[in-house]
């Protein structure tokens, strides 16, 4: 058991990250001149929603199956709401009604099937809003081309734990020193992270990074703001690895795909050639103890989404059903062959389906 402890530390907060090839995240060039960088990716999207307000949209449809942070800025902005199920590929079963905006998400690292129909229909009616945090790392994912409304959040992939994104055409305000000195304190704490991950240290100190990283967290959960983000955060957007990291996401993927051999019933394959996983995301029947088996071999495992809001609906059985059995398994850029072998081989061993 304590060989396991201090070897493996899969998961959990990204430590400080930082591969040796400099400056090949600017293939991904839209990061450099277009649209709004600010603090997350609620920020973003309400920056999308105060621009639709100008044009008279009272009301937005967006899924149950979401992150609570978009049910909430959409409170924030005093739109009118109401949720929308989805078919068992994930994509909205909705008929929006004129005038009004859809939310559609691109779970997990796959374009939500309605992106395509609305950009190739003419006469669309109502107000396109693509959430694109989990695969805007995707090869053929270019805001550059997109004429309808784009955000994300670039928090989930990266040490970087501020920063969204959206192809907004009105300026953000001016940078507040608060957002600067929250970011640099966790870019410090991540450093501090990986040295001791390096050391072989770190298992000791691990309270100590956990709640540092949670009191931060609500921090950054609690900013839904017009501003801009800081220098700082704009600079270590724009020098980390994301083609780099995307190409080990997708090759970690599909290595631990292979070692599990359909064990496990995934939410959708990945198509690698094209599709940038988030995770590598499974059903399983038992899932917390399946979550917490894996936590005492230093696997940490994370959950998208238990449902936020209470809806007594058969209308929302799948989504009911799959928030219940839902586990994103980490096949990040911090990790390699050996560690997807062990991830494996605990997943096989632990007799948990
Ligand atoms: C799909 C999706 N969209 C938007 C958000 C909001 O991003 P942030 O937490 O950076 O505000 C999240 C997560 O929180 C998310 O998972």
């Not at 277009?34 to 100008?54: A, D, P, Q, T, V």
């Not at 309270?207 to 609690?222: L, P, Q």
């Not at 980390?240 to 599990?260: C, G, T, Y």
């Amino acid at each position: 058991m304590e060989l396991v402890k201090n070897k493996f530390n899969i998961g959990g907060v990204f430590e400080y990250y930082k591969n040796s090839s400099v400056n090949k995240s600017l293939e991904k060039n839209f990061l450099s001149h277009l649209g709004n960088f600010s603090i997350n990716g609620r920020s973003s999207l309400l920056h999308i929603l105060l621009e639709l307000k100008i044009q008279n949209v009272k009301k937005i449809y967006i899924p149950l199956f979401c992150c609570e942070s978009i049910i909430l800025t959409i409170k924030f902005s005093k739109i009118k709401y109401s949720f929308y199920s989805l078919d068992k590929k994930l994509n909205p079963i909705i008929n929006p009604e004129k005038g009004s905006a859809l939310l559609v998400i691109n779970y997990f690292g796959r374009e939500s099937g309605i992106v395509k129909k609305y950009e190739r229909n003419k006469n669309n009616n109502y107000f396109l809003i693509e959430d694109a945090t989990h695969n805007f790392l995707s090869k053929n994912f270019n805001p550059t081309l997109k004429t309808h409304y784009v955000f994300f959040s670039l928090r989930k992939h990266s040490h970087i734990n501020m920063g969204g994104w959206s192809n907004t055409k009105k300026d953000l305000f001016k940078i507040n020193k608060l957002h600067k000195e929250i970011f640099n304190e966790s870019l410090k704490l991540k450093i501090r992270k990986k040295k001791l991950i390096e050391e072989n240290k770190y298992v000791n100190k691990e309270d100590f990074f956990v709640n540092s990283f949670n009191r931060i967290e609500k921090k950054i959960s609690k900013i839904i703001t017009n501003n801009r983000a800081p220098n700082s955060l704009l600079k270590e957007i724009k020098k980390f690895p994301w083609v780099e990291s995307a190409e080990i996401r997708k090759k970690n993927w599909k290595v631990l795909d292979d070692l599990l051999k359909n064990n496990f019933k995934k939410v959708f394959d990945i198509n690698c050639k094209n599709e940038v996983p988030l995770g590598y995301v499974i059903l399983v029947d038992d899932r917390d103890k399946l979550r917490n088996y894996l936590k005492e071999k230093r696997i940490f495992t994370s959950i998208h989404w238990t449902i936020a809001s209470k809806v007594n609906s058969k209308k929302f059985s799948f989504e009911k059903n799959i928030s219940k059995k839902i586990l994103t398994i980490p096949i990040d850029q911090r990790y390699k062959k050996s560690d997807m072998i062990y991830i494996a081989s605990c997943l096989l061993s632990s007799g948990i389906k």
